[in-house]
Every structure is written in C-alpha cells, then in structure tokens.
T-cell receptor, first 114, second 113 residues
Framework: NAGVTQTPKFRVLKTGQSMTLLCAQD?????MYWYRQDPGMGLRLIHY???????AKGEVPDGYNVSRLKKQNFLLGLESAAPSQTSVYFC?????????????FGEGSRLTVL | AQSVTQLDSQVPVFEEAPVELRCNYS??????LFWYVQYPNQGLQLLLK??????LVKGINGFEAEFNKSQTSFHLRKPSVHISDTAEYFC???????????FGSGTKLNVKP
C-alpha cells in the first residue's frame, strides 16, 4: 500500500525555469492538498482540491498552479521559479476533509531555486 | 484565516521526564483540533485528534491532549518521554464544515539521555 507518493523527491532549478510536482494517492481520497514547509513557519497551504476537476486557493497560492484531472493525481506547477520558492513541498490527502480528521502525507519534495 | 500558535519552538527534555507542548488557536466558531508528528526527513503523521466528545484525547505512542474551549488551547502531553520521541510536533486546526487545515509553526522536541 503506497499511500501518498510524491515525485520528484529532490530538484534544483534556476530562476525562471518551470517544473511540475506530481502527487499520487491510491486510497481513493476525495480531498488533496499541497503545502510548503519553511523553517519556523510550519506548513502553509498553497492549493487544495475537494474532488476530481476542482481546485481552490490556499494561503499562499501566488506563483503556483495546480490541476486535478484524475482523482488520484494532484499536480503542482511552478511556471517561473523564484528563489523564494525554495522549500520542502508536501502533498496530503484526506477521505472526507476536516470532518474525518486525518491528512495522509507524502514524504516531501525538496526544491531549491538558485 | 485561522491562527494557530505554538508557543515553544524547541523543547529540550531528559528521557523519562514528562513533557507538555503548548498550542493555542484563535477562532470564534467550533473547530476540529489535531496534533501531527514529523520525524526527520519524513512526512507528517497523525498523533491524535479532537472532533467532538470528551475533551481529553488519547493518541498513539502514549501521547494525550486536552481541549480547553475557554482558553482556546489544545496542549499535548506525555508523562514519560523516550529518545524515540525526538521529532517535530505540529498543532493544526480546521473549522467545522471547512476543508482547510491550518498548522502551527511547530515545536522541536529534543529528548536527551
């Protein structure tokens, strides 16, 4: 049982380059989330999805785009990377959102923008 | 947006000593409350959750937390810690009928032998 899988796990980009992070879950969860983790700031929500074909903005959406074309996948895109986007990115999924009370996290993707 | 405050960024403690990690939140409406743990180079995993009912919640690995509505707090406790409890702990909150989880800044628990 893989749970939540993120690819790639590590990536180095130059300023202005683009990339996509892939999150895949095999638990048939409706809700999926992208967070970034920065030292001393905890996790901040970038974008989330409450079902296939839907997306919504979180706390820090600027500079990111997302897509949920298939229920099991949630993609996070950076169109023009900036050094401020250097961070560890976590994907999470949930069966029923807050009312079921549990997020399942991937192992993270460490992105460095030079 | 909701606010979650973890008052201590780092907590050093000796093995077998008790520990309390503090969490306060700001909300004028009912909330769900959670504690997650993150071991080095891993994702977060759920320790315990408060959705409703008893205000004392027991979780995995001997941890427990108490929901105090009047003080808007959800402090995490363990009566006797082990070296293996060394990790970062995150408090999180979500509103009823709302699907976003807000996290605190984290508390690093360092258990010393």
């Amino acid at each position: 049982n893989a749970g939540v899988t993120q690819t790639p796990k590590f990536r180095v980009l130059k300023t202005g380059q683009s990339m996509t992070l892939l999150c895949a879950q095999d638990m048939n969860h409706e809700y999926m989330y992208w967070y970034r983790q920065d030292p001393g700031m905890g996790l901040r929500l970038i974008h989330y999805s409450v079902g296939e074909g839907t997306t919504a903005k979180g706390e820090v959406p600027d500079g990111y785009n997302v897509s949920r074309l298939k229920k099991q996948n949630f993609l996070l895109g950076l169109e023009s990377a900036a050094p401020s986007q250097t961070s560890v990115y976590f994907c999470a999924s949930s069966y029923g959102g807050a009312s079921t009370g549990e997020l399942f996290f991937g192992e993270g993707s460490r992105l460095t923008v030079l | 947006a909701q606010s979650v405050t973890q008052l201590d960024s780092q907590v050093p403690v000796f093995e077998e000593a008790p520990v309390e990690l503090r969490c306060n939140y700001s909300s004028s409406v009912s909330v769900y409350l959670f504690w997650y743990v993150q071991y080095p180079n891993q994702g977060l995993q759920l320790l315990l959750k408060y959705l409703s009912g008893s205000t004392l919640v027991k979780g995995i690995n001997g941890f427990e937390a108490e929901f105090n509505k009047s003080q808007t707090s959800f402090h995490l406790r363990k009566p006797s810690v082990h070296i293996s409890d060394t990790a970062e702990y995150f408090c999180a909150v979500s509103l009823y009928n709302f699907n976003k989880f807000y996290f605190g800044s984290g508390t690093k628990l360092n258990v010393k032998p």
